[in-house]
């Protein structure tokens, strides 16, 4: 056995996942807890449990790591909590003041979330012009004028030219000291609006980034461990802990890729598609290269439209704690009380999964006058995955299904639209498998000219390469074994010089561990 262990956390709607993994990715122990209102809670009590099931005595001395896939910062956005005080100001006058800031934010979270906005002169053509110079008087009058929690900068296409952004950053730190700024073109892509969103809710999450952190070392301090802390990303991939307080927002989603990761790593299959059953819902996603494929729409969090790059997932309402009969509602964490199979009185989709022979779970038979009505509830669950299998496959019936979660034995031995369906052992906890075994990543996206071949567009797409490297190395990879994991160019219309938008990926394995 390898002397360095790590503990991958993910943090669910019903439940927390906790594994513990050696340095040759063997789980050496699973826990899985009710997650908390507060959330913190249940991360403690899972942490607690995964480690009272290590093997031997004192092996939870030799944790190195631990990685976290958590929704604290979905929470606070939905929930409208712990969310800082925001500056907004935008780079764009004369051109984009037409739609102020935060326009379509829902009230009360703008509310909640604006300290004041500005638009000012500045921002950038598609083509790197500027459309104006930047109004740095103007820059120092709004923020001297605005106390806030954190500044939030977004300049028009500043991924074709991050200059201005980067101007503004040095002026904030000279006129008003050490406030966090976040700048757009290190968050979002293409695209004004959502990727002002990003950058402002990014800003609002500082304070719930500083707070989990700290509960989560509070934690490990408590069980006498000196660990490193990594946060999972919503694409798949891991950030050190000082690189998820500066882009706290890159944790919304990182769930559902969590899951993907895992049922991958699991599986030994990197094409297929996942169904990470719950106890409330059945995510469906697409693995690609071993990574989540990736939603090409804008995502809404908390009723906010967002462009930075998410899995892409489709929901359906069946999990374990699903009542039969109801509309789409879930008894949740209560399932071991109210299930038939555990003494209660409601019927759920656990119970009909029992009735018809595919898992084993439970404490109580399931009453015979019940048996008809679950067999009907597990035929309209097959036709609903089914369906949900045929909108995520766009047709293709080559690949096999990845069934996993705790939920996962409510799926047909036999489903329309894949080669078979495979089921890993560890499915229960993939999400948190996942989050144990990821690589660091970075992303860089900006805009090229897609004109000629020469050597200066071949210039622009290495320096994007080093660029997305350097992301990653920032996110804790190991620089030597980094490397560029997609490319993709996709062509900009209605510009007088041809041009693309050119999207870079890199990731690589955190450093190996002595114990």
Known sequence: MSLALRVGIDVGGTNTDAVVLDDDDRVLAAAKRPTSPDVTEGLRAALDAVLAELPEPGLEKRVKRVMLGT?????????????????????????????????EWPDDLRDTVAAGTAIVRGGYFVDGREIAPLDVDAVRRFVA????DAIAVTGVFSPASADQENRVAEVIRAEIGDVPV??????????????????VLNAALYGVARDVTAALREALAARGLEVETYFAQNDGTLMAVDYAARYPVLTIGSGPANSLRGAAYLSGVTDAIVADVGGTSTDLGVLAGGF????????????????FRMPDILSIALGGGTIVGAEPRSVGYRIGTEALVFGGSTPTM???????????????????EWRERLARAVRRADEAVADAVDRVTLGRVDRPLVAVGGGA???????????????PAHAEVANAVGAAIALAG???????????????????????????????????????????????????SYLPEPAVRLHVKAAGPLARQAG
């Open 145 to 148: 004028a605005t106390p806030a």
């Open 442 to 492: 970075g992303r860089f996206e900006t805009i090229v000219s897609a004109s000629g071949g020469g050597s200066s567009r071949a210039t622009l797409i290495d320096n994007a390469k080093e660029e997305a490297a350097a992301r990653a190395v920032a996110a804790g990879a190991d620089p030597a074994s980094v490397q560029i994991v997609e490319l993709s160019e996709i062509p900009l």
């Open 71 to 103: 929704t604290h910062a979905t929470n606070a956005i939905l929930e409208r909590r712990a969310l800082g005080r925001v500056a907004v100001l935008r780079l764009g006058a004369p051109a984009t003041t037409s739609v102020p800031p935060l326009s």
């Open 409 to 423: 034995f409510l799926l047909a031995a036999e489903v329309p639209g894949v080669r078979e369906v495979i089921r």
């Open 292 to 307: 989540p494929r990736e939603s090409a729409a804008a995502v809404e969090i908390g009723g906010v439209a967002t462009n």
């Open 350 to 368: 656990t119970d009909a999964a029992v009735a018809a022979g595919r898992g084993g779970v439970g404490t109580h038979p399931v009453p015979g």
């Open 182 to 199: 976040s700048l757009s073109h290190e968050i979002g892509s293409l695209g004004l609006l959502e990727r002002e969103n990003a950058t």
